[in-house]
């Protein structure tokens, strides 16, 4: 099984969709690689969020994962559908574990030093710190991850292009999740080239970071 920190180390931004329509998701796929981002986080938040998933696996071009995973049966319908990997708004001992059953990597969600610990002691080596901006950003993913050097972190949460330089500066930083490229208002639009111009940005901005 590949490692959530083996599958993200190319990957230093994770898009984090919300699609209404199944129809999108070719449009979107394009989009997303065009931009150099060929990698996306879908939500189950919708009723097409399995539907969608399942059309951009089929691509092949774009590595894709289920967000919003709250339970093992989700785990199922999500890696059926074709999930790589599998992201949890907060930690769950029955995500996790059926995660491990399916060799799926899971990144589970975590807001505290307690949850830190409950998921370092359940193997995983890699958690979703969520919601970062409310959490204190940058300086409060530092304070957080301080006592245990060898975690690795993917920030997500109300994080936009300006705050990609400040989370990637921090060392235990994976990765970083946003919407902003994806955002709702752009996928209801169909504004698939705004898509793709807000994810080379966002490319090059951690270019530049990671350089």
């Given at each position: 099984?590949?490692?959530?920190?083996?599958?993200?180390?190319?990957?230093?931004?994770?898009?984090?969709?919300?699609?209404?329509?199944?129809?999108?998701?070719?449009?979107?796929?394009?989009?997303?690689?065009?931009?150099?981002?060929?990698?996306?986080?879908?939500?189950?938040?919708?009723?097409?969020?399995?539907?969608?998933?399942?059309a951009l696996?089929?691509?092949?071009?774009?590595?894709?994962?289920?967000?919003?995973?709250?339970?093992?049966?989700?785990?199922?319908?999500?890696?059926?559908?074709?999930?790589?990997?599998?992201?949890?708004?907060?930690?769950?001992?029955?995500?996790?574990?059926?995660?491990?059953?399916?060799?799926?990597?899971?990144?589970?969600?975590?807001?505290?030093?307690?949850?830190?610990?409950?998921?370092?002691?359940?193997?995983?080596?890699?958690?979703?710190?969520?919601?970062?901006?409310?959490?204190?950003?940058?300086?409060?993913i530092r304070?957080?991850?301080?006592?245990?050097?060898?975690?690795?972190?993917?920030?997500?949460?109300?994080?936009?292009?300006?705050?990609?330089?400040?989370?990637?500066?921090?060392?235990?930083?994976?990765?970083?999740?946003?919407?902003?490229?994806?955002?709702?208002?752009?996928?209801?639009?169909?504004r698939f080239?705004?898509?793709?111009?807000?994810?080379?940005?966002?490319?090059?901005?951690?270019?530049?970071?990671?350089?």
């Amino acid at each position: 099984m590949s490692t959530t920190a083996e599958i993200l180390r190319d990957r230093p931004i994770i898009p984090v969709v919300v699609i209404e329509s199944v129809d999108d998701s070719p449009r979107l796929a394009e989009a997303l690689c065009e931009g150099g981002l060929p990698c996306a986080e879908v939500t189950l938040r919708t009723p097409a969020a399995l539907d969608a998933l399942r059309a951009l696996a089929a691509e092949r071009s774009v590595l894709v994962g289920a967000g919003s995973v709250r339970t093992a049966e989700q785990v199922d319908r999500a890696v059926e559908a074709g999930a790589r990997f599998v992201v949890s708004p907060g930690f769950s001992d029955a995500v996790v574990a059926r995660c491990r059953e399916l060799d799926v990597p899971a990144l589970p969600g975590v807001a505290t030093a307690t949850e830190i610990m409950r998921a370092l002691d359940a193997g995983v080596e890699v958690v979703k710190v969520f919601p970062a901006g409310s959490l204190g950003g940058p300086d409060g993913i530092r304070g957080l991850v301080a006592p245990f050097p060898t975690l690795q972190v993917v920030p997500t949460g109300g994080i936009g292009p300006k705050d990609l330089p400040g989370y990637l500066a921090v060392p235990s930083v994976l990765a970083v999740g946003g919407s902003w490229m994806v955002a709702s208002s752009l996928m209801k639009a169909r504004r698939f080239d705004e898509i793709s111009r807000l994810s080379r940005e966002a490319v090059a901005i951690a270019a530049r970071c990671r350089s």
